[in-house]
């Protein structure tokens, strides 16, 4: 069996951002303009304060940042398969799903009643 792993996916963790469908568009969230794989966070500042040293705007770096209307298919395509594929390849491979509850960690990795799954696709 032939490593299925290249030089460009040996990349070590990969991090990959879903963002969950929502009624109503967070203000304080966009992607970047330059670079679709940055997602910029606005903290609105508090002018009754008279002196606020914080920090306001954070940008976070991905290898994909995956859309709303993303499908589980296309979501198993880039993360779950080449996993599976590289496992299979004896290389050890994990895909883990961290957010905070109710942000669709879950449905992402099973699919939810009556869909594909992340970790039971064929």
Known sequence: MSAIKTDEDNKGVQVYLRIRPSKKRSRFISRDEFDE????????KDEKLIINNSR??????FNDIFNED???????QIVGK???LNALAGFNSTVFAY???GSGKTFTITGGAGKSHI???R
């Open 82 to 84: 080449p996993a599976v």
């Open 119 to 121: 970790c039971f696709q």
């Open 70 to 76: 993303i499908t589980q298919d296309n979501v198993f």
């Open 99 to 101: 957010g905070q509850t």
């Open 37 to 44: 794989k940055i997602l910029n966070f606005k903290v609105p």
């Open 56 to 61: 306001t705007s954070y940008s976070f770096h």
